[in-house]
C-alpha cells in the first residue's frame, strides 16, 4: 500500500507499485484532468505537480509516491471554487479549444511561474514544452504573462 496526498487529500493505493500515476488517477481515484497523449512523456497532456514540480504522470510509477504531495488541474483552484490566476488567465485569453492538452499546459504553467515569477518569452519557451494541436501558442503565451502580472500584483 501507498500513502499520498492528491489535492489536498490523502489516499492509500493498493496494488501494482510499477502502476504508472497517470492510470492511478484515472482508474482507481476518477480524477480525469490528466490525459493520456503519448505515454512516452513528451506531450505534457498528463502532467501533474509532485511536491511542486511538473512532472509527466504517465512517467511515474505508484510506488515512488509514499508520502507525495501530487496536485492535478482540478486541485489549482482554491477551496471555495476560485480559480488560480493561471485558470482564470488562460479563460480570460480564450486560450482553450479542444481543451484536451490545456490541464497538462495549466500545471506546466503553475510550476514555472513559482520558480520565474516574471518569465520572458524565451524562459516560457524552455520551460513549457507541452504540445498544443490546436495551437494556441499565443493564446498560451498572453495567459502566461496575463497570470504573472496578476501574481505580482498580488
Known amino acids: 500500500m501507498v500513502e499520498f496526498t492528491v489535492n489536498g487529500r490523502a489516499v492509500a493505493l493498493e496494488g501494482s507499485a510499477d502502476k504508472p500515476l497517470l492510470w492511478a488517477l484515472r482508474e ?17 497532456a498528463c502532467r ?28 489549482l483552484a482554491q477551496p471555495d471554487g476560485q480559480l ?3 485558470q482564470q488567465a488562460w479563460l480570460d485569453e480564450q ?11 495549466l500545471i506546466a504553467v503553475t510550476a514555472l511561474l513559482s520558480q520565474i515569477p516574471n518569465p520572458s518569452d524565451a524562459q516560457i519557451d524552455e520551460a513549457i514544452t507541452n504540445i498544443c494541436r490546436c495551437g494556441t501558442y499565443p493564446r498560451i503565451r498572453r495567459a502566461i504573462h496575463r497570470a504573472a502580472a496578476t501574481l505580482s500584483a498580488g
Open 28 to 44: 482507481d481515484l476518477g480524477i480525469l484532468g490528466p490525459k493520456f497523449g503519448c505515454g512516452v512523456a513528451e506531450c505534457g
Open 84 to 86: 488560480s490566476a493561471v
Open 95 to 105: 486560450v482553450p479549444q479542444c481543451g484536451y492538452c490545456q490541464p497538462g499546459f
Open 48 to 75: 501533474v505537480l509532485i511536491d511542486g514540480q511538473s512532472v509527466p504522470s504517465c512517467q511515474v510509477f505508484v510506488g515512488d509516491l509514499s508520502g507525495a504531495r501530487v496536485v492535478t488541474v482540478e486541485g
